[in-house]
C-alpha cells in the first residue's frame, strides 16, 4: 500500500445558515472526490444556525453515511478560527481541505489541488483568483476594487510571495495547519491571510491553482462594509507584529 493509497483528506465545512447550499455542496464533494478515487470525508461544523442547518447535514448523514460525512456541531456562533481548531481536533485525515460551504469555491478544483500538492510535496495550496484563469464571478465593482486593493495592500505591507491572500479555499497538510492555527491570533476575514503570511515566515511550501470564484448564490455576501474596516484594522495589525 503506498503512502497515496493512504492519503486522506479531511474537508472542513463550518456552517452558519446554510440549509440551502448545504445538500448541493455536500452532494458536488461526494460526485468529484468518487470521480477522483481520492479518500476523503466531510466535517460539518455547525455554529448553531437557527434555520435548521444541522437536521440538512443530519439527513445528509443518513443519505451518505457517517464515515463520509462527520456532524461536529457547536452551540453558538463561535467564529471562523475556532471552527478550524475545532475541525482539526476531529479530523482523521492526513490532510485538510477549507472552504466555504456557500458554494463560492467550487468542489470540482480540489483534485487539481490534490494533484498540485502531489506534483510538489506542497505544505499547502491555494486556491487563487488572480492567476491564470482564476476569476471573480457575480461580483461587483465595489466587492472587486475591495478584494483587489484588500490583496493589494497586502502584497505591498506584508511582501508573503501568493497571489490570493484573503480567499478561503485551501488544502493543508493536517500538521502544517496545526501548526499555523495555533499561530494565529486574528478572527474572521483576517485570518486566512494571516495564515499565509506566517506560513511564508516559517518556511512552508505554497503552491497555487487557479480557481474561478463565484460570489454567494443564495443569500446575501457576508462581506460588508464593517467588515472591510475591521479587515484592514487586522492587516496594520498584522502589519506591526510580523
Same mark, same amino acid.
Given at each position: 500500500?503506498?503512502?497515496?493509497?493512504?492519503?486522506?483528506?479531511?474537508?472542513?465545512?463550518?456552517?452558519?445558515?446554510?440549509?440551502?447550499?448545504?445538500?448541493?455542496?455536500?452532494?458536488?464533494? *461526494?460526485?468529484?472526490?468518487?470521480?477522483?478515487?481520492?479518500?476523503?470525508?466531510?466535517?460539518?461544523?455547525?455554529?448553531?444556525?437557527?434555520?435548521?442547518?444541522?437536521?440538512?447535514?443530519?439527513?445528509?448523514?443518513?443519505?451518505?453515511?457517517?464515515?463520509?460525512?462527520?456532524?461536529?456541531?457547536?452551540?453558538?456562533?463561535?467564529?471562523?478560527? @475556532?471552527?478550524?481548531?475545532?475541525?482539526?481536533?476531529?479530523? @482523521?485525515?492526513?490532510?485538510?481541505?477549507?472552504?466555504?460551504?456557500?458554494?463560492?469555491?467550487?468542489?470540482?478544483?480540489?483534485?487539481?489541488?490534490?494533484?498540485?500538492?502531489?506534483?510538489?510535496?506542497?505544505?499547502?495550496?491555494?486556491? @487563487?483568483?488572480?492567476?491564470?484563469?482564476?476569476?471573480?464571478?457575480?461580483?461587483?465593482?465595489?466587492?472587486?476594487?475591495?478584494?483587489?486593493?484588500?490583496?493589494?495592500?497586502?502584497?505591498?505591507?506584508?511582501?508573503?510571495?501568493?497571489?490570493?491572500?484573503?480567499?478561503?479555499?485551501?488544502?493543508?497538510?493536517?500538521?502544517?495547519?496545526?501548526?499555523?492555527?495555533?499561530?494565529?491570533?486574528?478572527?474572521?476575514?483576517?485570518?486566512?491571510?494571516?495564515?499565509?503570511?506566517?506560513?511564508?515566515?516559517?518556511?512552508?511550501?505554497?503552491?497555487?491553482?487557479?480557481?474561478?470564484?463565484?460570489?454567494?448564490?443564495?443569500?446575501?455576501?457576508?462581506?460588508?462594509?464593517?467588515?472591510? *474596516?475591521?479587515?484592514?484594522?487586522?492587516?496594520?495589525?498584522?502589519?506591526? @507584529?510580523?
Amino acid at each position: 500500500k503506498t503512502s497515496e493509497d493512504s492519503d486522506k483528506y479531511s474537508v472542513l465545512l463550518p456552517t452558519y445558515n446554510e440549509r440551502e447550499n448545504l445538500p448541493l455542496i455536500v452532494w458536488l464533494l *461526494v460526485k468529484y472526490f468518487g470521480e477522483s478515487g481520492y479518500n476523503y470525508e466531510i466535517i460539518v461544523i455547525d455554529d448553531g444556525s437557527p434555520d435548521g442547518t444541522l437536521q440538512i447535514a443530519e439527513q445528509l448523514q443518513k443519505i451518505y453515511g457517517h464515515d463520509k460525512i462527520v456532524l461536529r456541531p457547536r452551540p453558538k456562533k463561535l467564529g471562523l478560527g @475556532t471552527a478550524y481548531i475545532h475541525g482539526i481536533k476531529h479530523a @482523521t485525515g492526513n490532510f485538510i481541505i477549507i472552504m466555504d460551504a456557500d458554494l463560492s469555491h467550487h468542489p470540482k478544483f480540489i483534485p487539481q489541488f490534490i494533484e498540485k500538492q502531489k506534483e510538489g510535496g506542497y505544505d499547502l495550496i491555494s486556491g @487563487t483568483r488572480y492567476r491564470g484563469d482564476g476569476g471573480v464571478y457575480g461580483w461587483d465593482l465595489r466587492r472587486k476594487l475591495i478584494s483587489r486593493g484588500a490583496n493589494f495592500i497586502t502584497q505591498v505591507l506584508l511582501r508573503p510571495g501568493a497571489s490570493d491572500l484573503t480567499g478561503s479555499f485551501r488544502l493543508y497538510k493536517k500538521n502544517v495547519l496545526e501548526s499555523l492555527v495555533e499561530r494565529c491570533v486574528s478572527k474572521g476575514y483576517v485570518f486566512q491571510m494571516e495564515m499565509i503570511v506566517r506560513a511564508r515566515q516559517l518556511g512552508y511550501t505554497i503552491g497555487e491553482v487557479p480557481i474561478s470564484f463565484v460570489d454567494r448564490v443564495y443569500g446575501e455576501s457576508k462581506l460588508g462594509g464593517n467588515e472591510i *474596516v475591521s479587515f484592514l484594522k487586522g492587516l496594520l495589525t498584522l502589519f506591526a @507584529t510580523t
